[in-house]
């Protein structure tokens, strides 16, 4: 009978220290079998605007504003995933784990970075947190 592995959730963002984390969980925590999962959480959309929405034009740039800040953030997104994924893929090549080795899931999702993250550990039942620091000492975290 196989044995699964740990279900590793990670969460990724532009920062330094997300990356730092991301590489310590890969080279000293994550062994063949787990599956690790890359979360990133995009911020959510502004719900009001501070343009002038009495005017018909200024609802219509506020709208579009909307749009591009939700585009631009879609693109982050990818970017940030995509750069966890290569990281993954390097390490697996690296330590000989291509095949047989860890298995690695992204979810995006959207929302407040602390309430989403707790609630995907409790959603995707994650045996693991790994996440950085931001700098922060013990206390603030």
Not at 2 to 31: K, M, P, Q, Y
Not at 99 to 110: A, D, I
């Amino acid at each position: 009978m196989e044995t699964e592995g740990r279900r590793i959730l990670v969460a990724v963002d532009e920062g330094d220290e997300s990356v730092h984390a991301l590489r310590w969980c890969l080279a000293n925590f994550a062994a063949p079998g787990d599956t690790v999962v890359l979360l990133y959480v995009r911020p959510p959309p502004p719900t009001y605007s501070l343009l002038d929405a009495s005017a018909p034009l200024g609802y219509l740039f506020a709208e579009e504003a909307t749009a591009a800040i939700d585009g631009y953030s879609r693109e982050v997104a990818e970017s940030v995933v995509q750069k966890a994924r290569k990281l993954c893929a390097l390490y697996s090549r690296e330590y000989g784990r291509a095949n047989g080795g860890m298995k690695v899931e992204v979810k995006v999702s959207v929302g407040d970075a602390r309430s989403v993250i707790c609630e995907m550990v409790d959603e995707l039942g994650a045996d693991v947190l790994v996440m950085g620091s931001h700098g922060y000492g013990l206390f603030k975290r």
